[in-house]
């Protein structure tokens, strides 16, 4: 009994050691970029660094310290003007992984044993030129199933976008792959074309399925990308990325729910405190913040988050998830305190609809998204703490901002049965289209939920086949939330010209053009 007692005790003394463990060291600027703190390179004074829930600022030495379980990732949040390290593939590195038996056995490997926790888990980080005004890709789901998927995302989005100039860095809003963990470093490979930093968020397809706790479901892509919820500055902007999904799903056990876990709120609140008010708040995660429907996201976790948000005037939300594109404003209805809405732009993938639809000339699909959105990406522009966004369609224009559907050619007697649709990408329920013909008076365009009817013509020539269709069928369509349509008046025989007007929520006008023949 003597020596059950002396090993009960023995363990219980352990165990609160390994739970006072602390992590130390410092973060430093990395003059000559060697990757280790030289005898006169100073310490930074005044930047965060945290564990995943405690968040501590360095003293006038760069120096920090925070406790460390088992299981935590220490990483520092870049202050503003300093560049982070990167890998091979232009992966930040911008933390230590402290796990000191390694993740449990799973399908798709996690962390290897770390070992005992160093002497100091030291930063260094290089000064850089960091303008206030500066743009940023934002990528929705790549989620590519196999390496042919991964093909088409490198050569039909990775390799147009890289020809663009000016964005300082990427982020992609989760669902790098489809479920199969091996095709995460192919993933890196892809974006690593790009040519600059790059942030990335983790999907519902990038979990480890085969656990029965959400704080391992991120195994796997804390070892490909490290932590799963971390913090940046870029300019007068701070960047929040999170784990969003809850997995398994909290009352069922099967499948996920979005959500947050307290730690994670705890870290979103323990960050704000040392940010100012004055920032722009950007959050990055992967499934929307739906108010409508509980068991899409759980309404306590975004009402705490909605909470530690309120002090900000200027918030931004990023998703993905849904692979159609569309744009939510919270307001004090859905329990949002802040003076003006919270804008979430539900950003259009890159993966469009999941790699279907009719095969180009290179045969990459062309992967028309559900709501009628072409497949693409944001660029999100940021002036000081204010924002607007444009959204660029593959492999079209950049002023390419509304889809035209409508006939060529009409008889004139059956003239007004016939309708022309507006499809504006970037459009919300608070905008409005405009329409003249032939330079005649401008009158407005009425706004429809419904299915747009070019993805409806894509999709038929599928359903209606007579010989086999290449590629794969897209899905159904679902009501796109940016859709207009005019119903054609009487009009002469002869050429008639419809320009389409639209304004969006930045003020900025858009334009596009339809031309009409009339036949008697």
């Keep these: 009994m003597k020596k059950l007692y002396w090993s009960l005790l023995a363990c219980l003394l352990c165990g609160t050691a390994v739970g006072q463990d602390f992590a130390k060291g ?9 990757g ?9 004074k005044g930047v965060s660094v945290s564990n995943g829930r405690e968040v501590v600022l360095t003293d006038k030495n760069g120096k920090y310290e925070l406790p460390v379980q088992n299981d935590n990732i220490i990483f520092v949040i870049k202050p503003s003007g300093y560049a982070l390290p990167l890998d091979q593939n232009n992966l930040p590195k911008f933390y230590y992984i402290h796990k000191p038996q390694g993740s449990p056995e799973l399908k798709y490997a996690g962390v290897a044993p770390t070992g005992p926790l160093p002497k100091a888990i030291d930063f260094g980080l290089k000064k850089q030129e960091e303008p206030n005004t500066f743009s940023a890709f934002v990528f ?12 088409y995302f490198l050569n039909g989005v990775v390799k147009e976008a890289n020809q663009k100039k000016g964005p300082l860095f990427g982020i992609s809003l989760g669902d790098l792959v489809g479920d199969n963990l091996t095709l995460h470093p192919g993933y890196q490979q892809a974006i690593g074309q790009m040519g600059l930093p790059w942030f990335n968020v983790m999907g519902n397809h990038d979990m480890n399925y085969d656990v029965e706790q959400d704080s391992l479901a991120d195994e796997g892509f804390e070892r490909a990308f490290g932590p799963a919820n971390y913090a940046f500055n870029v ?7 999170l784990d969003n999904i809850i997995y398994p799903h909290p009352k069922t056990g099967k499948g996920y729910q979005g959500g947050l876990r307290a730690d ?21 995660f992967h499934i929307p913040l739906n108010v409508e429907n509980n068991a899409s996201f759980r309404n306590e976790d975004r009402q705490r988050l909605f909470d530690l948000l309120a002090p900000y005037a200027n918030t931004l939300s990023l998703s993905a998830h849904t692979h159609y594109q569309q744009q939510n404003f919270y307001t004090d209805k859905h329990g949002w305190k802040g003076e003006k809405p919270h804008h979430e732009y539900n950003v259009g993938t890159t993966s469009g609809d999941w790699y279907s639809g009719i095969l180009n000339a290179q045969g990459i699909p062309s992967s028309t998204m559900r709501d009628g959105t072409p497949k693409g990406y944001a660029i999100l522009a940021i002036d000081d703490n204010k924002y607007t966004f444009s959204y660029k369609v593959v492999d079209q224009a950049d002023d390419y901002a509304i ?4 006939p060529s050619v009409v008889k004139q007697k059956y003239a007004g049965r016939y309708s022309v649709f507006a499809n504006f990408f970037l459009g919300s329920a608070n905008d409005q289209i ?5 330079s005649k008076e401008w009158k407005t365009m009425q706004r429809i939920e419904t299915e747009d009817p070019a993805y409806m013509k894509e999709l038929l020539a599928y359903d209606g086949a007579t010989a086999l269709v290449p590629g794969r069928r897209p899905s159904n369509a679902v009501k796109s939330a940016h859709l207009w349509k005019l119903d054609l008046p009487k009009l002469k025989a002869g050429k008639h010209s419809i320009a389409i007007e639209a304004v969006d929520m930045f003020g900025r006008t858009h334009s596009a053009t339809k031309e009409i023949e009339v036949v008697e």
């Design 26 to 34: 410092t973060v430093y600027v990395d003059e000559n970029g060697n």
């Design 36 to 44: 280790r703190q030289d005898r006169k390179e100073a310490g930074l």
């Design 140 to 151: 929705g789901d790549p989620q590519a199933y196999n390496d042919d998927e991964l093909g």
């Design 235 to 241: 300019g007068n902007a701070h960047f929040i990325v």
């Design 264 to 284: 994670q709120l705890d870290f979103v609140e323990n960050n704000l405190k040392h940010v100012p008010k004055d920032k722009l708040i950007v959050l990055a």
């Design 403 to 406: 889809a035209l559907f409508g």
């Design 434 to 438: 405009r329409y003249r013909i032939d």
